[in-house]
């Protein structure tokens, strides 16, 4: 009894584990960029859409020639009581051995069926049919040979080449499969990158690849193999060993189309990864289990999941026994990036990793006086004021950095520097004030690339930051226009009637008296349960 229970806990556990994808971890300062890992994501994504119209084609063919054999064997089905072409849809990976000793088990039962059998398969006709089966195989054959799958993946039926070993980790299925291999991927892999170096991590992401396909080698599956999800296992298998105690942040993946709404509230926790990770190994292999079994009609590779997580641990706990990693990688790794970086931004760096943070904010702002566009001291800084929770220089140094890729005419770098801004403070207390002539481009670019409901958020704390300022009429009334787009008339209402507040200039008014006007009247006609109060809504992207 205590057993069952044992087991459903460790069931419920690891369900509840399996809604929850990895998207980072805490330790997101790199000391370089991961160029490694952009170069591996970026290539499977462009593996996947320059091929995918061929392979489009050629689904198709085989989809074709496997229906007509299909329907061949349907309409003789006798011919499966032929050893010879039994052997040859086994071969294929068209039939599994089990089910051709089911038949066996069923002629055994029924002597006049296999009487039936025996007799037709020693009839003239049967000759032609072989011949029509042999012609309808071939065709099938050789239109999965040609297929990239075939070609590339890791072949079936033990028929697999040397170069497929790797190649195959950079197909993919389809989007959702390609997609949430690579979420999984750079949670992970950036970090790992920056540990152990480019060229270690390079290899050892290939060498994690080949590992996981070992099960596969052993025995053979009938469908050719193909993802990344075995090299990534294998990233997963390292990360467990070289920082157990590191924090994954997982998305509650069930409802992920909710984290715009939700902004600060989305549904993402921070879990060690001693605890996500072991529990995803041990999911794969209950999930191995079970799908052998049922004779692996799941498709998905859970073995290649457990072989490349077991190479991927096993190199990560080699490296730290020899401590490869102290003694020849992070002497390297310093000496480049104390070389690239501004000495007086090295040393800074140095004082806040030894907790002195007073003294490495005035080595790095002495640089920056001197230095005014200093990357590395802004991101230097930024770092020091998350560290300290100085959320006021926090403001100034972030606005520095838009203010800085903005000069660059790189608006997605902008972009993403406001939305790190935004993460740096607590739930609930977000307190975001930079310039607003580069709050209102920000704004302007998510209208651009119609992120209309997060543009109509982002107006909204503008005008609320800087009422006073000129600016802050049509940040309301252009706030409340892609509010009333994006079907919220009670926010929209709630940004006129604010900008109407305000005093506005004459070219505003006839705007805000027509979409108040507009909201009042989309209101009135909604049903009542649908009617409720306008709520501010926080924005993260």
Known sequence: MLSLLIYIIVILFLVVMSMFIPIGNENSTVRRLPWVTFIIMALNVLIYYVTLPGQVSSMKEITSAAAELGKFLETNEPLLADEEVRNKLIAEGLIRKEQVEFLKEQLKMNPALQSEYDSWLRSSEVKELREEFNKKLTTLTMAREEMLWFKYGFAPNGKWKIYQLITSAFLHAGPEHLFGNLIFFFAIAFTLEDLWGRGIFAGFYLLGAVASCIPCI????????????????????????????????????????????????????????????????????????????????????????????????????????????????????????????????????????????????????????????????????????????????????????????????????????????????????????????????????????????????????????????????????????????????????????????????????????????????????????????????????
């Open 218 to 541: 052993v025995s053979p599956s009938t469908l050719p193999g193909i993802g990344a999800s075995g090299a990534i296992s294998a990233t997963m298998g390292a990360f467990l060993i070289r920082l157990p105690r590191a924090k994954i942040k997982l998305l509650f993946w069930p409802f992920r189309w909710l984290v715009f709404l939700f902004g600060k509230k989305r549904p993402v926790v921070m879990i060690p990864g001693y605890i996500y990770l072991v529990a995803y190994f041990v999911a794969q292999l209950i999930a191995w289990y079970f799908d052998k079994k049922s004779g692996g009609t799941s498709g998905v590779g859970y073995s290649v999941h457990i072989a490349g997580f077991i190479f991927g641990a096993g190199f990560a706990y080699v490296m730290k026994a020899t401590k490869t990693e102290e003694t020849y990688i992070n002497p390297k790794i310093e000496a480049k990036v104390s070389f690239e970086a501004p000495a007086a931004v090295t040393q800074g760096l140095e004082m806040m990793d030894k907790g002195q943070f007073d003294m490495a904010e005035r080595k790095m702002r002495s640089h920056l006086m001197q230095n005014h566009d200093s990357l590395e001291a802004i991101l230097g800084l930024i770092q020091i004021y998350e560290k300290t929770s100085n959320y006021d220089q926090l403001n100034t140094m972030y606005g520095r950095l838009i203010r800085y890729h903005l000069s660059k005419e790189d608006k997605e770098a902008a972009l993403y520097a406001y939305d790190n801004l935004l993460s740096a403070f607590p739930d609930k207390e977000v307190r975001v004030r930079i310039p607003v002539r580069d709050w209102m481009i920000i704004c302007e670019y998510l209208r651009e690339v119609q992120m209309n409901r997060e543009a109509s958020v982002e107006f909204e704390r503008l005008a609320k930051a800087w009422p006073d300022d000129p600016n802050a009429v049509r940040a309301s009334v252009q706030g409340a226009e892609l509010a009333l787009m994006s079907s919220e008339p009670e926010r929209a209402l709630m940004l006129f009637e604010m900008a109407q507040q305000m005093n506005p200039p004459a070219p505003f008014v006839n705007r805000i008296e027509t979409g108040a006007e507009k909201c009042k009247k989309i209101l009135q006609n909604r049903p009542d349960w649908k009617r409720k109060q306008p709520k501010p809504i926080a924005f993260d992207f």
